[in-house]
């Protein structure tokens, strides 16, 4: 059983400066939780509670939020505030958390093999900060299902407009007997349009065969220089002897892309909407607000 989860959470998040000069991005609140917890949750959710994050300079709030807070839990407990002393608590109790620093970031790929030594010789997920993945449409146990039955590897697909495929890696395919399952033959990272083999791209969420170790030590920089996990597994797809076949599981589901700034405020507004305990007063508000600027 696939028990181990890996998040690369090394990037400097250089989109969101200056906000990101001394708070790693993977802090910025979405709502009243920051972003990385949102993708532990997902990770745990799907049955993989032992979590390694990989970490670089700069990052030690990611640690101080999933540890205990001995001194702020003493002031809720003397204030009878059971809600907030549970909501504090809920982060620090979440998972085996473990930590490893990349040092030198050269890429996702590079990112994923420092994850090695704590992985072993185990399948292990793969979760990127930057796509949440809403709870109501659990894509990372149907990956999970699907390695499981399948072995090899397993990408997540999104089908998206031809024009942006150049933003993302993107998988030639072919069809299986599930609806929701291709075949992945070849990928490439962020191709032109015009020479894209499909409108699939690949997601945050991988769930990956430990043969991609040894590809990876074997990987040379590719696109901006940098060591390219879409560059190892499209020699796994070439090359079903290495590790095992690649698959993907195409998501139609919820996803908040928290990577652009305008996505960012998008994923806000929308999780905000949907909160029982905000979304009745925050729709009657932005409604109001749509209105008048409409109006204006």
């Known amino acids: 059983m696939i028990n181990k989860a890996v998040i690369p959470a090394a990037g400097l998040g250089t989109r969101f400066l200056p906000a990101t000069k001394a708070t790693p991005k993977e802090m910025l609140p979405v709502v009243d939780k920051p972003a990385i917890q949102y993708v532990v949750e997902e990770a745990v959710a799907a049955g993989l509670s032992d979590v390694l ?10 640690e101080d939020h999933f540890d205990r807070n001995y001194e702020l ?21 979440l998972a085996t958390m473990h930590y490893v620093r990349q040092g030198d970031p050269k890429g996702l790929g590079h990112a994923v093999l420092c ?48 024009a942006q495929i150049h933003l993302y890696g993107c998988a030639a395919v072919e069809p299986t007997g599930d609806a929701d399952v291709v075949r992945v033959t070849g ?62 599981v195409v998501f139609k589901g919820r996803r908040y892309d928290t990577g652009d700034r305008g996505d960012y405020l998008r994923a806000i507004v929308r999780l905000a909407c949907e909160r029982e305990d905000l979304g009745p007063d925050f729709r009657t508000w932005l409604r109001a607000y749509v209105a008048e600027e409409i109006a204006g």
Do not use: C, W
């Open 53 to 62: 994050m990989i970490t670089g300079r700069n990052k030690r709030p990611l």
């Open 73 to 93: 839990e003493e002031a809720l407990t003397r204030k009878g505030d059971a809600d907030r002393l549970a909501r504090v608590q809920e982060s620090s109790d």
């Open 115 to 162: 994850a090695e030594p704590h992985v072993g010789d185990q399948p292990f997920a793969v979760l990127l900060g930057d796509d949440l993945i809403d709870p109501r449409d659990p894509l990372l146990s149907r990956m999970v299902e699907i390695q499981e039955r399948e072995g090899g590897s397993v990408v997540a697909l999104m089908e998206v407009d031809p």
């Open 187 to 248: 990928l490439v990272e962020k191709p032109d349009p015009a020479e894209a083999p499909s409108n699939y791209a690949v997601i945050g969420r991988y769930v990956l065969d430990p043969a991609v170790f040894g590809v990876l030590r074997e990987t040379g920089p590719g696109r901006g220089g940098e060591i390219q996990l879409t560059d190892a597994l499209q020699l796994l797809a070439a090359d079903e002897q290495v590790g095992g076949p690649v698959h993907g």
